[in-house]
């Protein structure tokens, strides 16, 4: 799971589950776990606690008594991807704990090193893909690049590729890793990925800021897909002169992560944005599907096209919305 979900922040490894109203009944629960299995002296432990509704509704004396009880020292650092998480869940005196297998979150696949301002995270552009039954023998257009990252996970998609081919997990430091079950494990990823030829992919991405498409090759490269993936400065009004073998390809899909705006200021330019490219798709891309993620579908209603919306989440605690449509 750590190696093949695209979508995952983390995997957790339920530790255990009981029930406990005061401190006593949680320290004695805390003392069965089998903590041998996760924790070696040499973690640093980084404890995450919440409670809702509970009689223990202290989350810094839980955690205090979680690292009492099984011995482990506080932590005098900051946070650290390389940290072992233990987490502590409290739902009406009901507790969950669980083990972190993954160390650093899951979207960080470890080839994007350089990102725009306010960017897209790999595992929310993979979401974005997957919701919209993207094949990889379709043309794919992301007009709004920023660091590239759809269309590097596109091309991730197309290839076969593993996301968590090129990184390591908290796993691997667990006493209990079996270095002979994860060689398996690696072998198929090898053997899944596949070389499709750049004839048989057309995946464009576009920005107007130089900076954007100068991160993006960048982040190309070190993912292994520069020659998947036709990176270019280009405006809105540019994306059929742009695109190319995108358009020869016949009909496909425009997936991208357009520009918010928080500020009052910036909504008249949010809605001339839209307006502007849902003129340019409707007139240079008919027949082609749109899958825009957005933070106001008010600002998206001036597109002029009719949305659909898959899913709501949020993208750098911005809510936004999955929408999709047909130019």
């Known amino acids: 799971m750590n190696v093949w979900s695209r979508t995952a922040t983390r995997i957790l490894v339920r530790a255990g589950r009981f029930h406990a109203t005061d401190f006593a009944r949680l320290e004695r629960e805390i003392a069965r776990l089998p903590w041998d299995a996760w924790l070696s002296e040499r973690d640093h432990v980084r404890v995450r606690v919440a409670s809702t509704g509970s009689r223990l509704y202290h989350t810094g004396a839980i955690e205090e008594r979680l690292r009492r009880v099984v011995g482990i020292p506080a932590l005098s650092r900051p946070d650290a991807d390389d940290d072992q998480l233990v ?14 297998a993954s160390g650093a ?6 080839w994007r090193q350089r990102t725009t301002k306010a960017p897209l995270r790999e595992s929310l552009a993979s979401a974005m893909l997957l919701a919209t039954d993207w094949m990889s023998d379709e043309p794919l257009i992301d007009p709004f690049c920023g660091s590239g990252t759809i269309a590097i996970e596109a091309a991730l ?12 997990f908290a796993f691997q430091r667990w006493p209990t890793y079996e270095p002979g079950t994860w060689a398996s494990v690696r072998a198929d990823v090898v053997a899944a990925t596949k070389v499709p030829t ?9 920005d107007r800021d130089d900076g954007a498409v100068e991160i993006a090759i960048e982040n190309a490269e070190r993912a292994g897909v520069r020659e998947s993936v036709d990176i270019r400065r280009a405006t809105i009004s540019e994306i059929t002169a742009m695109a190319g073998r995108e358009l020869e390809s016949g009909p496909g899909w425009v997936i991208s992560n357009p520009p918010y705006g928080r500020r009052l200021s910036e909504g008249r330019d949010l809605r001339d944005l839209y307006a502007r490219f849902g003129r340019v798709v409707r007139s240079e891309l008919a027949g082609w599907r749109i899958g825009l ?28 919305r999955f929408v999709t449509t047909t130019a």
């Open 87 to 100: 987490v502590v869940r409290v739902d009406r005196d009901e507790f969950t704990i669980s083990v972190d």
């Open 293 to 320: 993620l957005v933070a106001d579908p008010r600002a998206a209603g001036h597109a002029g096209l009719a949305w659909t919306e898959r899913f709501r989440t949020d993208n750098g605690g911005i809510p936004v």
């Open 198 to 206: 750049s004839a048989h992919l057309a995946i464009s991405a576009h």
């Open 105 to 110: 979150p899951l979207y960080k696949r470890g």
């Open 157 to 168: 998609l197309a290839h076969g590729r593993a996301p968590g081919s090129a990184r390591g």
